[in-house]
């Protein structure tokens, strides 16, 4: 019997011991980015894989509840 309590133990203790979870690491929120409250009058509305972005300028913007952050495209 005391033999059976201790394989046990010894089996709880690797369990809790050992993991498989593994750390996930996110890319760093730049913080430099550049918010732009009103669009300017030249720009266009355009559509990329059905999202709609704001252009001027040669880049492209995405409309937030800020105002326009750049976008990657």
């Given amino acids: 019997m ?3 309590i201790y394989s046990i133990a010894f089996i709880l203790f690797i369990l809790s ?3 498989c ?3 996930v ?3 760093p929120v730049h913080k430099t980015t550049t918010i732009v409250r009103v669009a ?3 720009h266009k509305v ?3 894989k059905g999202n709609k ?3 001027w300028n040669n880049k492209h913007y995405k409309k937030t509840k800020k ?3 750049v976008v990657r495209l």
């Fill in 2 to 4: 005391k033999t059976f």
């Fill in 17 to 19: 011991s050992t993991s």
């Fill in 21 to 23: 979870v593994t750390r």
């Fill in 25 to 27: 690491h996110r890319k």
């Fill in 40 to 42: 300017p009058k030249g």
């Fill in 46 to 48: 355009i559509y990329i």
């Fill in 53 to 55: 972005y704001y252009k």
């Fill in 67 to 69: 105002g326009f952050v």
